[in-house]
């Protein structure tokens, strides 16, 4: 048994100790990538250790991805990549721009010595099943945006519970985990409260609101205000071809709409923040300049990838609320 040493009078536990004596095994080259390691059980006799003392070392190793089982026949070393001290499993719905800021702040947040891969489940809960069940055990976290998404609690449940944390959208299912999330609702109704004085001039407030991909919490938090305060409003799932008319005030969570109404808007010639007005949802560089500037309701997703890696880095259990802000720009 040279490769592991244990210690009864170190003051670290026994099971880091496992993990210690492998990777400077690794360092040494006494292990070499393909080498069985000592089996749970031998490990267990020569030093009177409980199984799961053992089991804990070498799971934490397999999350790194230093090392694998195959069943029946024990561990074997995967990687002598030692210096990665984490491995974590991050799946997103998709990749746009704000995400994209999103994880480049998490990159630069969370230190060198991390491997962090990344996934997409693309509203797609058979594709987000599959994602997780074939991650499982095999990460030391695991970092989920479950969107909107129906019937995925119980997949989110197999993972081990420590090491979960959700991101962006969270619900009562899942409040019992560590979430860095935006309150849709919340954001949405006091976004709109603070430009109130720029709405009162439109008649009627219109939210395109497919239902697919956007958080539901948006479409509360526009009722919520328009209803309070007494706006005339309208829901609809898509643009299309419709007509704008004077005094409508479009409130557009997907870009992809954003430029059907401003391109109908052009054919109709119709000067925006004059005859109508935009409220778009997510801050991007491109809207501080398109059609003059366009006002957006964002979080900050810079802050929110660096709130991300510290809570990781520290393993904060909290929930925290990503703020969000209006941005007024002339579409207003």
Do not use: W
Not at 118 to 129: M, P, Q, S
């Amino acid at each position: 048994m040279n490769i592991i040493s244990i210690q009864a009078n170190l003051g670290l536990p026994k099971y880091k100790q496992i993990i210690l004596s492998i990777e400077k095994a690794i360092e040494e080259g006494k292990l070499v990538k393909g080498d069985r390691l000592p089996s749970v059980n031998k490990v267990c006799l020569a030093f009177s250790l409980s199984r799961d003392t053992v089991l804990l070392g070498y799971d934490e190793l397999k999350k790194r991805g230093i090392i694998f089982a195959i069943p029946g026949k024990g561990y074997y070393v995967k990687s002598v990549e030692i210096s990665i001290k984490q491995k974590i499993f991050l799946l997103f719905d998709e990749l746009n721009t704000f995400k994209e800021d999103l994880y480049n702040s998490f990159l630069k947040n969370i230190g060198k010595n991390v491997q962090v891969d990344i996934f997409f489940h693309h509203f797609n809960v058979k594709v987000f099943k599959k994602l997780v069940k074939d991650s499982n055990g095999n990460y030391t976290k695991y970092i989920i945006m479950p969107t909107n998404l129906n019937d995925i609690v119980e997949s989110i449940k197999t993972l081990p519970v420590n090491d979960v944390i959700i991101l962006d959208q969270t619900n009562p299912d899942l409040n019992f985990y560590p979430a860095v999330y935006q309150n849709h609702q919340k954001d949405i109704f006091e976004g709109m409260q603070k430009g109130k004085s720029k709405l009162n001039k439109y008649t009627r407030m219109i939210l395109i609101f497919p239902g697919f991909r956007e958080p539901l919490g948006m479409k509360k938090g526009f009722e919520e205000f328009c209803e309070e305060y007494n706006f005339k409003y309208e829901i609809i799932t898509e643009f299309a071809a419709r007509e704008i008319e004077v005094g409508d005030l479009y409130v557009i969570p997907n870009d992809r709409d954003l430029v059907r109404v401003i391109e109908n808007a052009r054919k109709q010639n119709l000067s925006l923040g004059n005859d109508f007005g935009i409220i778009s949802y997510n801050e991007t560089p491109l809207k501080k300049i398109v059609a003059n500037g366009i006002t957006t309701i964002s979080t900050n997703f810079e802050t929110m990838g660096k709130i991300l890696a510290d809570m990781v880095l520290k393993g904060n259990k909290d929930q925290i609320e990503n703020k969000s802000s209006l941005l007024i720009r002339n579409s207003l």
